[in-house]
């Protein structure tokens, strides 16, 4: 048994991998849209107080139980902005539970109109809340609660806009 028994496609391939093993050829590029940290990456997470801190991904529990809460990022830059988001989400929350009055069906949510006028909006839904919104009792309080946290924080950091009108 020996080499020869492979195929001509299985003898290119058995190379390949092969030079791989020896530094010869470069990864390919990972194609997938959320990409997991490999041994040895370093990797930035934000740490109970609010400081971006950095490691070495080494897969152990540590690691993969950040990379389950979503707290690895690859880029400093990328848990800075995930750190103020964050802030940004727990204002809104705050924000409501401190100014609501009972939560109704008909309550209010902050949206953002990506369509012809992309603004700052709001939606009024009175079947089923959506997905992670904070309920407002009224339009005003919506509307002090924007005022309060920042108009452009919230487009920035929760709609991922710079401004009304950009995306």
Known sequence: ??????????????YRLVEK???????????????????GDTVYYINYIGRIRKRTW????????MWELGNIFFTKKEAEFA??????????ER?????????R???????????????????????RRPLGAVPFTSKQVLD???????????LKYIFGVESEGEE
């Open 1 to 14: 048994m020996g080499i020869k028994n492979l195929t001509e496609a299985e003898e290119k391939e058995f």
């Open 21 to 39: 093993m020896n530094g010869k050829e470069p990864d390919k590029k990972q194609d997938v849209k959320v990409k997991k940290p490999q041994y």
């Open 58 to 65: 080494i897969n152990d529990e540590d690691d993969l139980d």
């Open 83 to 92: 750190r103020e988001k964050r802030k940004v989400e727990v204002e809104i």
């Open 95 to 103: 924000y409501a539970k401190e100014h609501n009055g009972p939560i």
């Open 105 to 127: 069906s008909d309550s209010f949510y902050l949206s953002y109109n990506d369509s012809m006028d992309e603004k700052l909006d709001y939606e009024v839904w009175s079947v």
């Open 144 to 154: 002090d609660a924007i005022e309060a946290v920042g108009k452009d924080r919230i």
